[in-house]
């Protein structure tokens, strides 16, 4: 009898064994695609993720490095171009269109002195530009340079340009300007950038003969120098002034009078008129001052 007991209860067990086994089974065999799904949607996160960072790393590589940003300047902030080896800061409420261009290193020739390479921002909207030197390469490049320069730093440290015939100016742009070429200069007055001093001064130049003074030679001209001194900064504008004719000729009797003096007294009269006061250019002289205020230089050595 006892036995009897014992093998239906090792019956029992077994049955239900077997069937527990079968009910695990299937349930194994139901969550197994629920499983499957999820670790394909893991696998495919992953991927996606993968493809984002590629995606964002191609952006990276494909940015120019020489895109303009932005700066916390004085006034709010300032947009940054880093071109040709130079940091040019400059605020945007002042200047509105600019566009950098490497100038390439220069030979002598017939009216134009030997320079380095260096950077010509054009304002577009303002008529002008602002070019940026490497002085101690400038000096080393242009023999004229390294004589006119030391002149150029005392008048800018002294400010004081009373008694002298001209502005002294480095030979930089397309012509061989330089004081000598200086017609005449007026309304010259010292203003300062973020990071450096210079000179104003409005004049008419010419290069081989008289030109006559008018309004399509006359030009507004800046010369300035960093403070670490590294940047020679010069900057030209085109300008008018209600006074001048549009276009003009030099009188016959300045270019038949041989003593000179009558050419004398054609520079000096128009220097005067030139010098009474700000009114009467067209754009005002506070514009182009306000532009040079408005920028900042630095120079990198690993440019």
Same mark, same amino acid.
Request: hydrophobic share 35%; aromatic share 12%; net charge negative.
């Given at each position: ?13 077994l ?21 499957? @799904?999820?670790?394909?949607?893991? $696998?495919? @996160? ?14 990276? !590589? ?11 300047? !004085? ?31 220069? $030979?002598? +020739?017939p ?11 054009a ?33 800018i ?27 005449? @200069? ?12 210079g ?6 130049? +010419? ?12 030009v ?27 276009? +003009? ?55």
């Open positions: 009898m006892v036995e009897k007991k014992i093998n239906y209860r090792i019956r029992v067990s049955v239900l064994f077997i069937l527990i086994s079968m009910l695990l089974a299937c349930d194994f065999f139901t969550r197994d695609p629920q499983r499957s @799904n999820q670790n394909q949607a893991s $696998q495919n @996160n992953v991927e996606d993720q993968e493809e984002q960072n590629t995606d964002q790393n191609n952006q990276a !590589q494909d940015q120019d490095p020489e895109e303009p940003g932005t700066v916390q300047g !004085q006034s709010g902030e300032w947009v940054v171009i880093n071109h040709g080896g130079f940091g040019f800061w400059y605020d945007p409420m002042v200047i509105e269109d600019i566009l950098p261009e490497s100038v390439p290193l220069a $030979q002598e +020739a009216y134009k002195e030997a320079h380095p390479p260096f950077v010509q921002y304002l577009l909207l303002d008529s002008g530009s602002i070019s940026v030197v490497e002085i101690g390469w400038y000096k080393n490049t242009s023999e004229t340079a390294a004589q006119i320069f030391p002149d150029l730093e005392e008048l440290e002294s400010k004081t340009p009373l008694g002298l015939d001209c502005i002294p100016e480095l030979p930089l742009l397309d012509f061989f300007r330089s004081c000598d070429h200086q017609q005449f @200069n007026a309304n010259t007055a010292f203003v300062d950038f973020e990071n450096g001093s000179v104003r001064f409005v004049t008419v130049y +010419a290069i081989q003969d008289t030109a006559p003074i008018d309004n399509q030679h006359l507004y001209v800046y010369q300035g120098i960093t403070d670490d001194g590294l940047c020679y900064v010069n900057a030209t504008f085109r300008i008018t002034h209600d006074e001048l004719e549009e276009s +003009a000729e030099v009188p016959v009797e300045v270019y038949s009078d041989m003593t000179g003096m009558a050419l004398e007294e054609y520079f000096s009269g128009y220097e005067q008129i030139l010098s009474t006061g700000p009114e009467g250019y067209m754009p005002s002289l506070e514009r182009f001052d306000q532009i040079i205020q408005s920028i900042e230089v630095s120079y990198c050595l690993g440019g």
